[in-house]
Structure formats: structure tokens, C-alpha cells
């Protein structure tokens, strides 16, 4: 019991980090109607700025932040630059051009910083604590913590400023959202900024737990986007409680099923991915526009 | 000088919506009518004002060559838009619609939503609802309230009659009706309804095939059985 409790925090905050990111995701969906398949790479790239930082003595609180003023920066230049252009091209065209980006950032990384893996300190430190009889560690605490935060501060943010209601306005009637006078390209940047944003902290995250190389978020990025797909690609709560599912069978299979292990984990988003588009793909909380005449 | 003076206008939307270089002013505080069969160029007129279609020649809006702004900015000048269709943010409530719809205004947002409540009550009882909630009529009192909320100078409506009951039509251009005059709103209003409109309007412009066949006073062109038949199928 106490092994299986042990099993589902650590989830939980697994978990949180595929939520995060796909969060992100779903931020980038919402608003301009693309899967941007080079989150996992735009995270990678902002982490290794807040590495960088570290090494120009940065203390790691403020290189983190520093690090996601910087990431809504470049998600908004990325989107004014790359994605405009080709702004409601057919989906194919879509895919091809942040399959571009992925491709560009990982070359990117690679050449300024090279290729190997790096050490990249925890913001929580290593110690863990004793509740009831279950060690828990400080970190999977402060991922979750950290986690639910952003889910409240997002929330905050769309349902309660004018800029966060625009950009709803914007993700579900571009044309109408112009009539009322909306900057809607202005509006599609600041989504990818926070998207951007977001990830970076996702990457800041979890880089301690798996080193950081060029290529360290790519398992993350497919966790996630099962996550999204099961939560509902256009559901910003679905994301996260979808990042919650994913991580915590990730964990419990991955300890408890014996031929899975730890080498066959990857299989469990992909299995879940395949059987939420078979049954439901909507998602758990994906909605469908209903039309009215 | 008039508040819109259109010259020379080309257009090409959709199949077959093509504008032949159409020419028309419409004047302050006045309800001017865009009339003509299904085709004609109507809609294609108020998208190329508001922006929303790519077009050739002059657009002038209180001296000004708006004609190739984009269409947020033209709806900044105070010129609003009730696209065909209605354009309501379906998931969004009653109240965020019409929050939406001023949000290029500092001040005064509240009290002009609470005026909208007024004018249209059935809003005010549904304001928490999902706008995808409402009746066909509701929606179309949402759209026209969501531009008004813009407090605009010009007003183009595109078919607000189109699916509603004629009872529910009546009403709604009795109510457009005396918010244009007590706000000294201009309003530019396409119809299919010849009949219905020319009661509430002052001008109409006669729109065939992408050209202005004719033009004159409502009541005139009310009155003109031979011009009714043969332009307006009535």
C-alpha cells in the first residue's frame, strides 16, 4: 500500500509536467488551430537559456523566470516570423512548418551548445518528507505545486482580464473577433508567448530529473500529447487532469506490470493515445461546436 | 459631405459575387437600404466597407479612404459590422459577447451593456447562458447589440431578417429603428425583405447583378409597383 502511494505521487508529478507542456499545447491549439509539434523542442531550447544563465552565475529562481520572460518573448516573434505566414494554409502545410521549427531548434541548441548532457539543478532540492509513513520528496510536491499554480494563474487570466477574453474570442471566431476590433495577430502572439512561457518552466521542471540534452524533451512531448489527447485538445483543464492519468498509469505500469518495465513505459501514452481517438476523439473534455441556424 | 462615400467599388467574393464598380453615398443619420436578389453583390458590399473582402477603388468614411485597412482597424473608426451568419462567439455567455463587443472602449462598458439589457430584455435574462444556447431571434439581438456596444458612427447590418419569424422580424427593425434615431446612429442595412425594409428606411440603392440598377427615396421606390416586380420580385 504505502509502495503503491509512493508510486501514484510520483506520478502525479510526472504527471504534472506532461500536463504542463500540454498545456501549452492546447494553448497553441485553441488559438491558431495548430499542433505545434515543436513544444518539446521550444521547452528544450528555453531550458538551455536558463542553463546558460546558471553558468553566468544566475541564481536558479531567477534564471527560471528570466528564462520564461524570455520563451513569451520568443514565442511571439516565433509566431509573427514563421507562423503567420502561413496562417490558415491547409493542416499538412501546418504540420510541415512546425516539423521545420522542431527541426530548426534542435540543430540550433545542438550548435551553440553542443550535444552532450548537462546537470541541470533542482529548484527543490533532493530531500524528501515523511507523511504518514510515505516518503514523499520535495520535488514531486513543488512540480505539483508549481503545476496547479499555472492551471490558476491561466484560468485567471482568460476568464477574467479583457486580454484573456479576447483571446478566447479569437480561438473561436477570428472574423467576428476583427469585426469587434481585436488585434487578432497580436492576439495569436501572445497565445504562442504564453505557450512558449509555459513550456519553459515545464522544461526548467523536469530537466533535473533526466539531464538535459537536445533531445531530452522528446519522450516528454509524446506523453504530453497523449495527455492532451485524452483531456481534449481544446480543453486547458483536460490537459492537465489528462496529464495527471498519463503519468500516474505510467508510473503504476511501469512498476507493477511486469513486461512493461521501465523500457516499455513509452507504450502506455501511445496505447492510450490510439484508444482515445478510437472511442472518444473529443476527449475526456474536448468539446464539439454545436451550431445553431 | 456624406459619412460613407463609395466610388467605383470592385469585388470578387465566393463564386459568382462579383461588384462591377458600384458607386453610392450614404448620409448622416440616415437608414439606407441595399436592395436586390440573392447574388447581387449585397453582402460583398458590407464586407468590402468592413474590411473583410479584398476590393478595388474608394471607400471614404467621414473623409477618410478607409478602403484596404484591415478590418479590426476600420472597426476602431466606430463602424460596425453584423456579418451574415451573425458571428456570435458561441461559447462564450450573453455578457462576454457583448463584453467582447466593447472591448475597444475605456469607459462606460457597463452602462451600455445594462442598455442593451433594456433594449432587448430577453438578453438581460440570459446573460450567464452560453450565446449557443439562444434561439435563432436571440442571437440576432446579440449580434446587433455585441456592434452596438462598439457605440458606432455607421452600422452595417447584413440580413438580420434571414431565419427569423416575421412577427420577431417586425419587432426587431421597430427596435433598430428607434435606437438609429435616438442615437443618431447611420445605418446601412442589406435586405432580401424589400417590402419590411423600405417601411423603416430612407434611401435604397436597387443592387442587380453587381451594379446599382436604381436608387431613390423609400417611399418612393415603396410606391413604384413597376420597380418592385421587375427588381425585387414582389
Not at chain 1, 474570442?169 to 512561457?197: D, F, K
Amino acid at each position: 500500500m504505502k509502495e503503491f502511494v509512493q508510486v501514484t505521487v510520483d506520478g502525479i508529478a510526472a504527471g504534472s509536467i506532461y500536463g504542463v507542456v500540454a498545456l501549452a499545447l492546447v494553448l497553441i491549439y485553441r488559438t491558431t488551430g495548430i499542433v505545434n509539434f515543436a513544444q518539446g523542442e521550444m521547452a528544450m531550447f528555453s531550458t538551455f537559456v536558463a542553463w546558460g544563465l546558471l553558468q553566468a552565475d544566475v541564481p536558479l529562481g531567477l534564471a527560471i523566470l528570466g528564462t520564461v520572460v524570455l520563451s513569451f518573448a520568443g514565442g511571439m516573434v516565433i509566431e509573427r516570423v514563421i507562423i503567420r505566414p502561413v496562417e490558415g494554409s491547409d493542416p499538412l502545410a501546418l504540420v510541415i512548418v512546425t516539423l521545420g521549427l522542431l527541426i530548426l531548434l534542435n540543430s540550433g541548441a545542438g550548435w551553440i551548445w553542443g550535444f552532450n548532457n548537462r546537470a541541470f539543478p533542482g529548484l527543490f532540492g533532493d530531500e524528501s518528507v515523511d507523511i504518514i509513513g510515505v516518503r514523499i520528496s520535495w520535488e514531486s510536491i513543488g512540480i505539483t505545486a508549481m503545476t496547479l499554480a499555472v492551471v490558476a494563474l491561466l484560468y485567471l487570466f482568460t476568464t477574467r482580464t479583457k486580454l484573456g477574453l479576447a483571446m478566447r474570442a479569437v480561438s473561436m471566431n477570428p472574423a467576428s473577433s476583427q469585426l469587434a476590433g481585436i488585434r487578432v495577430g497580436r492576439t495569436l502572439m501572445i497565445g504562442w508567448g504564453l505557450a512558449a512561457a509555459v513550456g519553459a518552466l515545464a522544461g526548467t521542471l523536469v530537466a533535473p530529473s533526466l539531464f538535459l540534452d537536445v533531445t531530452f524533451m522528446g519522450a516528454v512531448l509524446i506523453y504530453s500529447f497523449a495527455a492532451a489527447t485524452l483531456g481534449g485538445f481544446d480543453s486547458p483543464h483536460g490537459a492537465v487532469i489528462g496529464g495527471w492519468i498519463i503519468g500516474v498509469t505510467e508510473q503504476l505500469a511501469g512498476h507493477y506490470v511486469d513486461f512493461i518495465g521501465s523500457d516499455l513505459k513509452i507504450l502506455v501514452p501511445l496505447g492510450i493515445i490510439i484508444a482515445v481517438l478510437m472511442v472518444r476523439p473529443s476527449g475526456l473534455f474536448g468539446s464539439r461546436e454545436v451550431a445553431r441556424v | 459631405m456624406s459619412l460613407l462615400e463609395v466610388d467605383e467599388l470592385r469585388a470578387t467574393y465566393g463564386q459568382g459575387h462579383v461588384l462591377h464598380g458600384i458607386s453610392f453615398a450614404v448620409e448622416e443619420g440616415q437608414i439606407v437600404s441595399i436592395l436586390g436578389p440573392n447574388g447581387a453583390g449585397k453582402t460583398t458590399t458590407l464586407r468590402a466597407i468592413s474590411g473583410t473582402v479584398e476590393c478595388s477603388g474608394r471607400i471614404v468614411l467621414d473623409g477618410q479612404d478607409i478602403r484596404g485597412w484591415g478590418a479590426d482597424k476600420i472597426a476602431r473608426q466606430r463602424l460596425a459590422h453584423v456579418p451574415e451568419g451573425r458571428g456570435t462567439f458561441t461559447e462564450l455567455t450573453v455578457e462576454e459577447n457583448l463584453l467582447v463587443g466593447g472591448y475597444t472602449r475605456r469607459n462606460g462598458v457597463r452602462e451600455d451593456i445594462a442598455r442593451c439589457y433594456q433594449w432587448f430584455p430577453r438578453l438581460g435574462e440570459r446573460r450567464t447562458q452560453h450565446a449557443g444556447s439562444l434561439s435563432g431571434g436571440e442571437q440576432q439581438m446579440l449580434a446587433v447589440s455585441r456592434a452596438l456596444m462598439l457605440r458606432p458612427r455607421l452600422l452595417l447590418l447584413d440580413e438580420p431578417s434571414l431565419g427569423l419569424a416575421p412577427i420577431l422580424t417586425r419587432e426587431l427593425f421597430g427596435i433598430l429603428e428607434r435606437i438609429a434615431r435616438d442615437e443618431g446612429i447611420t445605418v446601412l442595412i442589406v435586405e432580401q425583405n424589400a417590402n419590411l425594409v423600405l417601411k423603416f428606411a430612407d434611401y435604397a440603392y436597387v443592387l442587380e447583378s453587381g451594379r446599382i440598377a436604381l436608387d431613390g427615396d423609400a417611399d418612393e421606390i415603396q410606391a413604384d409597383e413597376a420597380v418592385k416586380r421587375s427588381y425585387l420580385g414582389v
